[in-house]
């Protein structure tokens, strides 16, 4: 399995940013995915995750109603809307997969068997 993220940048306060996970090496129907991230001297934390059978979406209370996760099943790829930023939203921000068809804590990063290589989104104020 392969995870490939990309889309970071830099960006003013209030804009915004799509990052993109690409998934490849098997069927993904099973999956949970994840974006995570982790800011200097943080400890990585859940940012949102998409049920692949379903299209279920789970949240952080603190990207609720700013961020929009959202797969695609013909590209196998997760997406990550990142609207209305703030400097606090400044992480390398990671896609991580995990093949489970029972439930899981979906914001325990230790629960994710699969991990991209990060992007970096850095939001100036």
């Known amino acids: 399995v392969q995870l490939q993220a990309s889309g970071g940048g830099l960006v003013q306060a209030g804009g915004s940013l799509r990052l993109s996970c690409a998934a490849s090496?098997?069927?993904?129907?099973?999956?949970?995915m994840g974006w995570f991230r982790q800011a200097p001297g943080k400890e990585r934390e859940f940012v949102a995750a998409?049920?692949?059978?379903?299209?279920?979406?789970y949240y952080a209370d603190s990207v609720k109603g700013r961020f929009t996760i959202s797969r695609d099943n013909a590209k196998n790829t997760v997406y990550l809307q990142l609207n209305d930023l703030k400097p606090e939203d400044t992480a390398v921000y990671y896609c991580?997969?995990?093949?489970?068809?029972?439930?899981?804590?979906?914001?325990?990063?230790?629960?994710?068997?699969?991990w991209g290589q990060g992007t970096q989104v850095t939001v100036s104020s």
């Open positions: 090496g098997r069927t993904f129907s099973s999956a949970v």
């Open positions: 998409v049920r692949w059978s379903t299209s279920s979406t």
């Open positions: 991580a997969a995990r093949f489970s068809s029972t439930p899981f804590a979906i914001a325990s990063s230790s629960n994710y068997d699969y």
